[in-house]
């Protein structure tokens, strides 16, 4: 079974507090993903990469960067969190080479609360 | 691009009772059809996906999507619902270049 395993399920960080979220998957995928999930809303891709170094604006980039250093491992920082940050984090992994048919699969998520 | 609606945020339904929760997305091109579930506290699962073929797809737990191309349509229905069907369950449609782009959500409470 493909396992995506993310480093927190819970966060509580402060304003202007930089933030790092992990993401690991175990089956050799080529591509990960950052979502954020809110309620009503559901899942806007922040950033994704297709390959080790490599990455790729989603829909709501801003006020976030990615870092790919190894292929099993997809990290999302918030350099200066801020209150509307608040969210759900959802990292997600998929083989082939870009195709659309391709499923995705996903980690747990972390709740990050920004105070 | 493609976008996908669903067109119920709020599912109420007994146990044992059918449901439907719909899904319309819009596309010029080849469509690539997912539904998955978030089930509390959890991350998303597929639940079922249409590639091609038969337009009815069937999950291993009872739900089944049919996709109907003139009405640009993935209902998902199940005959006969379970408490552990309590759930968020999102309809996706694949892109180019590796994403998948989601709908809003349909959360299914299933009471006694």
């Known amino acids: 079974d493909v396992k995506v395993t993310q480093s927190s399920r819970y966060l509580v960080k402060r304003t202007g507090e930089k933030v790092f979220l992990e993401c690991v998957q175990d089956m050799d995928h080529e591509n990960m993903f950052w979502y954020r999930q809110d309620p009503g809303l559901g899942l806007r891709l922040i950033y994704f990469s297709y390959d080790v170094k490599m990455k790729e604006k989603g829909d709501i980039p801003e006020g976030y960067s990615v870092s790919r250093e190894k292929k099993e491992r997809f990290s999302l920082i918030l350099e200066s969190a801020s209150t509307n940050q608040t969210s759900m984090y959802l990292c997600?992994?998929?083989?082939?080479?870009?195709?659309?048919?391709?499923?995705?699969?996903f980690g747990p998520g972390t709740r990050l609360t920004v105070t | 691009a493609q976008s996908v609606t669903q067109l119920d945020s709020q599912v109420p339904v007994f146990e044992e009772a059918p449901v439907e929760l719909r899904c319309n997305y819009s596309?010029?091109?080849?469509?690539?059809l997912f539904w998955y579930v978030q089930y509390p506290n959890q991350g998303l699962q597929l639940l079922l996906k249409?590639?091609?073929?038969?337009?009815l797809v069937e999950s291993i737990n009872g739900f089944e999507a049919e996709f109907n191309k003139s009405q640009t349509s993935f209902h998902l229905r199940k005959p006969s619902v379970h408490i552990s069907d309590t759930a968020e369950y999102f309809c996706a449609v694949g892109q180019p270049d590796y994403k998948l782009s989601f709908g809003a959500g349909t959360t299914v409470t299933v009471r006694a």
């Open positions: 249409y590639l091609s073929g038969s337009t």
């Open positions: 997600a992994s998929s083989g082939g080479t870009g195709r659309q048919q391709d499923e995705q699969y």
């Open positions: 596309s010029s091109v080849s469509v690539y």
